[in-house]
């Protein structure tokens, strides 16, 4: 196993760069904005000389789940998040919009193209340095900890060692892809919710005998043993639960959740279906879809034969079925300023899912913000705080201030901002005060700051 300590060069904080360990897509937009503040950056990415359990290649910013970063509409929660990292020039939005796929109202991309992209322009920037291989302990001088929810052992002790206290747990999973040409287009038909936006979507209907039935053999379906640790210590994040354990928790509940079939009608009937599968575009091609919303602990083979009881699907050819893995993050309440700062280091900064934010948007934010401040410590600045009536400011006050007890990962969400100072009945608008108020205070924030 190619390992490495990097903590123990004998230099003064002054003359070493900054550490950033992690080359997800907090890692990889932290890297950028130390490097773009002109400071110079070490990126430590540990693939391809070692892969968890989720990764496939060997470049920045996988996307190992979906491929969409949530809702393009700057009076939605993902939405403005993009808005504001385009404010703060963000390379991981930045290239995202570059490599945009259609999928409706959603910001997706083509996940290959994405990954290739953001990796060569890392690499050609001149005060980035990659290495590759694994980081067995955290290194002195500022680092930025971007490891991600599959930080790998020896790290993790490390960090556990730091910390003082263990990890929370919780249990995520990718959606199956399916090729295009497999799908049968006889069935499925094209359309978004309510007509919003291009129609991007495959959606493959079921009536209502199709859908209790493809019900049944979710709820008896074989599943993926878990370890003995993993059994005692997984808690499923409810905004990403497996298929399998929605069935299982009534007859309507996916009915009530992927599979709802409100705003959708059959194009060539004017019927809207019972239940209806949707697919979501994976590449620019369209030789690619997602089954979106469809994580799953099935073994392979039981996810094969159920998934192709789905109308349209009967023939589908799987390119990479789904797969369910662990995520860790720290108790950040208890443990971190909304700096992203550690409390007992504040040299050591973290970002990501690691940190207890949730999705990819929050992770590049998260990085955003990380990769500022450590920047702002190297040239002895002092670290900032986002406004928190922005949206990042907001998720990132809310992991840092949240009840320790009770702490879980959190999305980006308007529920979590400061209210408006009038009651506001419409949530269109009031959604879009939030909007106007966030990228006015940010805009505001960066001229006081530059």
């Known amino acids: ?40 950056v070490i990126l430590h990415e540990m693939r391809p000389k070692r892969f968890s359990p989720a990764h496939h290649t060997e470049h920045l910013a996988e996307l190992v789940c979906s491929n969409s970063f949530g809702a393009m509409a700057s009076d939605r929660a993902a939405g403005l998040l993009h808005e504001e990292l385009r404010q703060l020039g963000s390379i991981v939005i930045s290239k995202a919009d570059e490599h945009a796929v259609p999928a409706g109202g959603a910001l997706a991309v083509d996940r ?43 790290l ?32 499925a038909f094209m359309a978004s919710r309510y007509d919003k936006g291009e129609a991007a979507y495959l959606n493959c209907p079921m009536n209502k005998e199709q859908y209790l039935r493809f019900r049944e053999e979710l709820c008896i379906a074989e599943q993926t043993e878990l ?61 690619l879809w997602n089954m979106v ?7 392979w083979g039981e996810q094969k ?7 349209s699907l009967e023939k589908a050819e799987f390119v990479r079925l789904g797969v369910m893995h662990r995520n860790t993050f720290v108790n950040a309440p208890q443990l971190m300023h909304p700096t992203l700062q550690f409390k007992e280091r504040p040299t050591l900064l ?13 992770a590049a934010a998260g990085g955003c913000l990380a ?21 990042m400011g907001a998720l990132l006050e809310f992991i840092s201030s949240a009840s320790p007890k009770h702490f879980q990962p959190m999305p980006p969400n308007f529920g979590i901002f400061p209210e408006l100072g009038a009651k506001i009945k419409s949530k269109q608008e009031r959604y879009g005060r939030y909007r106007d108020r966030s990228l006015t205070d940010l805009a505001n924030w960066k001229v006081n700051h530059n």
Not at 293 to 299: C, H, I, K, S, W
């Open 350 to 362: 973290a970002a990501g899912q690691l940190i207890g934010t949730e999705g990819y948007t929050a």
């Open 227 to 287: 370890k003995g640790f993993e059994r005692e210590t997984a808690k499923f994040f409810e905004a990403c639960l497996p298929i399998e354990e929605l069935a299982q928790r009534g007859e309507d509940t996916m009915r009530y959740g992927p599979l709802k079939p409100v705003g959708l009608s059959d194009t060539r009937t004017g019927e809207r279906p019972y239940a209806v599968v949707q697919l979501r575009q994976e590449d620019k091609a369209g030789q």
């Open 112 to 154: 290959g193209q994405f990954g290739q992209d953001l990796t060569q322009t890392l690499a050609s920037h001149p005060l980035i340095e990659f290495r590759r291989g694994e980081v067995s302990a955290i290194p002195e001088g500022i680092v930025v900890l971007a490891t991600g929810p599959l930080t790998s052992p020896d």
């Open 371 to 391: 990769g500022i401040n450590a920047a702002r410590l190297a040239l002895g600045k002092e670290a900032l705080v986002l406004p928190p009536t922005t949206m």
């Open 305 to 311: 034969r159920i998934f192709q009881l789905i109308p």
């Open 1 to 40: 196993m190619d390992t490495y300590d990097i903590g123990t060069k004998n230099l003064t904080m002054e003359q070493q760069p900054i550490q950033v360990i992690g080359g997800g897509l907090a890692g990889t937009e932290a890297a950028w904005q130390i490097a773009q503040a002109g400071v110079p």
């Open 156 to 187: 993790a002790e490390d960090l556990r060692r730091f910390t003082g206290m263990e990890y929370l747990s919780f249990f995520d999973a990718a959606s199956p892809i399916i090729v295009g040409e497999s799908i049968n287009r006889d069935v």
């Open 293 to 299: 919303g469809f994580q799953t602990n099935l073994r």
